[in-house]
Structures are given as structure tokens and as C-alpha cells.
């Protein structure tokens, strides 16, 4: 079963204390912006084999979203943080950087 630390209040939560959100660090388009953008936005998400970033909410705890990076192969942790961060802190990058030499971080927006 996944486990994650809610940055918030530091509650060890196992994933059906949560509700999974999806992809994080999605550029959101809205009222004005081009029927292609709206498109992808709503229907293009990454699906990796790997590393991914997902969003989460805290549902049966304090109730606030926060990001999560994980390996979906492995159900691999490396750190959950703030959903109002525009990009992993840099010690969740290096874990994974640590782990898989070569990988990068991939802007979104």
C-alpha cells in the first residue's frame, strides 16, 4: 500500500486516507485561451514509466492538497511537498537524481 507524509501536518497517511488529484505541475488554461490549450489541458497527461509528480489531497486529515514524487514502477517515495511550490524543492530532485543518474527535471509550463 502507498504511503505519504502530508507536508502540512505531518501525518504518515496510507492511500486511502488520501484522494489522488493527478498530474502536478500542469499549466492550467482557462477563459481566453485557445481551443488547443484548453484541449491539452484537460485531455494530455504525461503517463510515465518512472518517475512521476501527482497531486494529492489529504482527505480524512487536515483536507489540503501537496505534490508527491514517486516511481510508478516501484511505488517508490521521494518526497512529498507544498502544492503552491512551482517545482520539486531540490533535495526531492537530488533523491531522484541519486537514483536514476541521468534524469532531469522537465519543466511543465
Request: some cysteine; proline content about 6%; overall charge negative.
Amino acid at each position: 500500500m502507498l504511503t505519504l507524509q502530508c507536508p502540512y501536518c505531518g501525518v504518515e497517511a496510507e492511500e486511502t486516507e488520501l484522494h489522488a488529484e493527478g498530474e502536478a505541475h500542469l499549466k492550467r488554461f482557462g477563459p481566453g485561451s485557445s481551443d488547443d490549450d484548453f484541449e491539452g489541458y484537460l485531455f494530455m497527461r504525461e503517463n510515465p514509466k518512472g518517475v512521476h509528480f501527482e497531486r494529492w489531497r489529504h482527505s480524512n486529515g487536515c483536507g489540503k492538497f501537496f505534490h508527491a514524487a514517486r516511481c510508478t514502477m516501484t511505488l517508490e517515495v521521494f518526497g512529498t511537498y507544498s502544492a503552491q511550490t512551482l517545482e520539486p524543492p531540490q533535495e526531492i530532485k537530488d533523491k531522484i537524481s541519486a537514483k536514476y543518474p541521468g534524469w532531469t527535471w522537465r519543466e511543465f509550463a
